[in-house]
């Protein structure tokens, strides 16, 4: 079963509140990027970009090809002529072939390219201030547990019920929003850690089978579950999970297609849109890293 994206952690990752490294990764020193002066005019940007980290981390020994895409550009507000870049690295590796993907930012005002870009002034790290959208077409009528596709406002959260963080702010925020259900319009994706919370891939598979069964209510629920974040007796995980939702869950209602294809689904749009921790949230298709923004809404 895929529930996470093997990545190139080797490479970078860099995640926020619950975060973790996947746990297969290229087993040899990070390739440390380096800060250089290329040769660039505004129009040829996105390829001197490519062609960095091509040739920087095609030196990586482990790695037997690499094709990097820069899949966004988004100019960097109030330092021009800096843009984040946006970029997708598949690669295979010489020991068996596997293949490897990660996604990552990089910088450029097309003479410099840099992991790393900092306002000296305010100390602000300018990965801060750039973000993918969250596009129309990832709002799924699946996701959607609160509230109306036509409601005034789209809020979006990325969650794993098992992080301490989350289990205190998520349940908070959906009751406050699912109150006025024109007003908000809350899309719940599945994001569990499995490095960090083992348990959290049983409980989502168990949340979906019920949500599917068009059940209420499984979210808000899903957080009340009292069970060892590192157990994986899917049992015991079971056990726990049917007292709450008053069900009578097996292990072999869990590991179903429909199942598996609706949390690798989730699991895909929040690698589209680079989500490396949780809780995420997006507000009206845009990253919101105060994740308070549904309360500005008069």
Known sequence: MRIVNISLVAILLMFSACTESTENTIPTKTLKPKKVEVEDTASNSVQYVKDFLNKNFS?????????????????????????????KLDAILKKDDRKVSQKMLWFSDGKIVTKELYDVKTGKDLKD??????????????????????????????????????????????????????????????????????????????????????VKDVVLKLYKVEVDAKEKSIDKILKAFNSVMKSNLKPSDINIQSVISHLNQDMDIANEVMVQGTPTMFFDGKLDKTKNKYKEVK
């Open 129 to 214: 201030s750039v973000s993918l959208p969250f596009k129309d077409e990832y709002y799924k009528k699946s996701n959607l547990i609160y509230g109306h596709a036509n409601s005034k406002h789209k809020v979006v959260i990325f969650s794993d019920p098992l992080c301490p963080f989350c289990r205190s702010f998520v349940p908070a925020a959906i009751e406050y929003m699912k109150k006025e259900p024109n007003k908000f319009a809350v899309y719940y994706y599945h994001f569990p850690l499995p490095g960090l919370h083992p348990a959290a891939v049983e409980l989502v598979k168990a949340a979906v089978v019920l949500e599917n069964k068009g």
């Open 59 to 87: 030196n990586n020994p482990n790695i037997k090809s690499i094709d990097v895409k820069v899949t966004n550009t988004i100019a960097v507000k109030g330092h021009s002529p800096w843009s984040a870049y946006f970029i």
